[in-house]
């Protein structure tokens, strides 16, 4: 089990940028792979970035790919997701999701969450 706590939204202009930073408590935080989902109001959570669990392999979605970029640290237990170039489309609670896989993360089930942190992006 692993307790997550996600950090560092807030409100920004459209073109600005933001980083998200994931804090796991476990002592066994690179046996996880992670990833970041988000959830507009309305909307059903769906799948932004993950990372496996050595940091060599990421995958993003088409719609923040080339203005993302999700990486980890093991020594710190922290995941981080840095948002270039933000649209109003990314207004949304970010959630982090932790899933023991050797592979990555990019679906609901199996993930452990975080609280999530709100996103807001005006135009």
């Known amino acids: 089990q692993v307790q997550l706590v996600e950090s560092g939204g807030g409100l920004v202009q459209a073109g600005d940028s933001l980083r998200l930073s994931c804090a796991a408590s476990t002592r066994s935080f690179s046996w996880y792979a992670m990833g970041w989902f988000r959830q507009a109001p309305g909307k059903e959570r769906e799948f932004v970035a993950t990372i496996n669990r050595s940091g060599t392999s990421t995958y993003y979605a088409d719609s923040v790919k080339g203005r993302f970029t999700i990486s980890r640290d093991n020594a710190k237990n922290t995941v981080y997701l840095q948002m270039n170039n933000l649209k109003p489309e990314d207004t949304a609670v970010y959630y982090c999701?932790?899933?023991?896989?050797?592979?990555?993360?990019?679906?609901?089930?199996?993930?452990?969450w975080g609280q999530g942190t709100q996103v807001t992006v005006s135009s």
């Open positions: 999701a932790a899933r023991q896989t050797t592979t990555v993360v990019t679906t609901e089930g199996n993930n452990y």
